[in-house]
């Protein structure tokens, strides 16, 4: 029955070929000499209603047109032509149904939608994407070429003697003679006076080796060499060769003898687009005797593989295994076979490399989920790392679009706008292209915005006034320059001066007339202990420093002296608005730096860090090591200060601020996990876990074993150091429905500890569970196709079940409002639609 439909369908497709393309005189036995590019539209359109009348699928019009000689090259122009048409239809059909409004609300709708249309829509699926080709399959494409195997070539060595091979044997010195016998089916040649010779089966040389020796027995001159004998193949005889799996043109192919697997290929049109070109399978009597990659014949030119082929071979092209695609500015850009291993690096070196307008700093990656897609971002640091998968479809943009010679001017001047950056163009000289500042403008300070040379921002600030009185201070501008002349009107500076180091307030005071560097040390509250009087610095803006001299002063450094009793030597140093003050540290002052050990040591208490480096093997050992009920493998380090003495309110203002930049999850996550106790205080408990969790994850027995190895960390003053004794409980906690302290079991696992708390509560995010080890080091689930992979169970860890966010139900308020506004919604589109 398929067979029929198969015939019913090849029938159809000549009758309609032949019937609506009567201008080029198609032989419907014959569609080689089809030319889509001599086909009017009408004829296009008119050959698309058929088809669509009779039933013909895309697949079969390929495979019918491929078997009739149609070509591959013809097949394509005719698919893009009738994918162009149909767009055009769209089009000429969206154009009439429009309704017909006015200009402005035309333009106004038509603007509306085109916003709403491609708002969060990425740049890839705004529009209809062209197929790309397949890399390789234009080696298979060309019709210029015959791909023929060269049967003037001298005859392989390893040539397997067959069945209708000629063979050319030539005598001559001192007995001339020529034979030319062809090898029967039973692999036998008759040479007269010699007799029948058995060479089917064997390879040339050896073929050649035993008619030599047949020959000798008769021209015994060929023993001393007084006579020679040449041989060589003639005609050479047929092969048939099967191609089966994922080509063009499967089925069994009739060869030279001397044909290779890419001749073979080549006469099947290649493999197709499911159709692997890695992994190309040549069997021999049931077994593979080779395996063909297409991509090292185009990428280095190697034909290992390329082996010749003998009778009944048999060509397998399986599926591909791992296809991704890569486009936009790449010189090749196509869709790629990768094997397994192969790193975007190799990938790019099959396109071509990059080309010279591709911004290559970040690629765009397109991934498949199994319900969605997912866009990342591939940066140039990981070319070499990043492993592809499946469908993963790479993008490479443009650099962006910049002027070479623009600079803008802005703010208070009579002509704001974008100039043209002329050889030398100096500040004073865009000033005066502009006509000058408005009477409104800020003299004292303007400023330039300019981009460094790997696109940062950079602010450059210079005196107006004396950049138009010539005083001084005018700049060489560069491309993209922004100048800035501020308004009177929207800025008013604020005179400060600043003082930092050993002074016990220090900061940014308001600047006063007259004021003094003693005046400024009061208003800070005078010395810390630390502090070195004799030594004050005083730094103050230089404002007409030649900005074009390399060695030009950018400030202007006082050296004061004074005494604790604020007796300075120059009492009469007056301070500038924007002077800076630092107070400088006595030499060699440092105050006592402490850390604590707890727990199962000999010595634990307080120990002070007697040198920089000291580290927490130094501490161990003064403190006289373990005891032997330590568990060392649950050692923490507790690093930075608890949030002692923070409420609960001031808590949640932080975490308000932070979820600006967090996930709005999480953030409801958390608030939805603070509590407060009696006394208005954080959780402890909650804030250790959640908010300043300052555990650093150690591992202790590498490190007596190890010191000074890397995980010996140099402490810091506030460190605690605790050793647990042997542990023997998990604690399971958060949405569970018995939280409680199991015992722990080495044959336990994560599920086990879980039932014995109760299971689950219907709150619980099982997907968001986390535990904590002893030495504050925290693992998470993660996910592995439709599993939650669940981190291994340790002594002394506590499982926590974080609670999934409410959703909100809507009562009937809300769903009226809903109702109501949908049905504004449509009566302004039927409105507009009349």
Known sequence: MRRLYYFIGLLILVTWIGNVANAQEIDPNNL??????????????????????????????????????????????????????????????????????????????AKGRRQDETAGVPKDMAHKRRELPIFGSTLFQNETSTFEPNLRLATPKDYIIGPDDQLLIDIYGQSE??????????????????????????????????????????????????????????????????????????????????????????????????????????VREGKTVAVLDIYEVLMEGAFRNNVSLRDQDVLMVPPYLRVVELEGEVKRPARFELKEGETFTDLLRYAGGFTENAYQQRIQVIKKTPTEQRIEDLLATQFSQYLPNSGDRFTVDRLLERFENRVTISGAVFRPGEYELSPGLTLSMLLKKAEGVKEDAFLKRGSISRLTDDLQLEQVSFNVADVIAGLGGDIELKREDVVHIASIFELKEELTVSIAGEVRNPGEFEYAESMTLEDLIMKAGGYRESAMPARIEVSRRVRDANALSASASIAEVFQVSSEWGLDLSDANFKLQPFDLVVVRTESGYETQKTVRIEGEVLYPGIYTILRKDERISNIIKRAGGFTPYAYVDGASLKR?????????????????????????????????????????????????????????????????????????????????????????????????????????????????????????SQRALRKGTYIIYANGSVKSTNKFLFFNNYPPIEPGAEIFVPRAPERIKLGPQQWMGVTTGLASLLAVIVTLVR
């Open 32 to 109: 080689s000499n089809v030319r889509v590019d001599e086909l009017t539209d009408q004829q296009i359109r008119a050959y698309m209603k058929q088809a669509e009348a009779s039933g013909i699928t895309e697949e079969q019009f390929v495979q019918l047109a491929l078997q009739r000689g149609m070509p591959a090259t013809e097949i394509e122009k005719l698919r893009e032509r009738i994918k162009k048409l149909e767009g055009d239809d769209v089009d000429s059909v969206v154009t009439l149904e429009r309704p017909v409004l006015p200009r402005t609300v035309n333009d106004s709708l």
């Open 640 to 760: 930075g200060r608890a949030l002692e003495g923070q409420t609960a309110e001031t808590m949640a203002e932080k975490m308000t601020k932070q979820s600006k930049q967090d996930d709005e999850y999480e953030r409801l996550l958390a608030l939805q996990h603070l509590q407060q106790d009696v006394g208005g205080r954080v959780n402890q408990a909650y804030v250790d876990r959640n908010l300043n969790n300052s555990l650093v994850g150690i591992n202790l027995a590498r490190i007596v074993e190890n010191p000074g190895g890397i995980g010996d960390l140099i402490l810091e003053d506030g460190d605690v150091i605790r050793v647990p004794k042997e542990l023997q409980t998990v604690k399971i906690s958060g949405e569970v429905l018995a939280p409680s302290t199991a015992i722990y079991s080495r044959n336990k696992g994560f599920k086990q500890y879980i039932s014995q708390a109760g299971g689950f």
């Open 177 to 282: 003679v020529f034979y030319n016998p062809t090898v029967t089916p039973e692999g036998i040649i008759n040479v007269p006076s010699v007799g029948v010779i058995s060479v089917g089966g064997l390879r040339f040389d050896e073929a050649e080796e035993r008619i030599k020796n047949a020959l000798s027995n008769v021209y015994t001159a060929i023993r001393s060499g007084a006579t020679k004998v040449s041989i060589s193949l003639g005609n050479i005889r047929s092969i048939k060769v099967t191609i089966t799996g994922e080509v063009n043109k499967p089925g069994t192919y009739t060869l030279p003898s001397l044909a290779s697997v890419l001749n073979a290929l080549y006469y099947s049109g290649g493999p197709n687009r499911n159709g692997s070109f890695r992994n190309i399978s040549l």
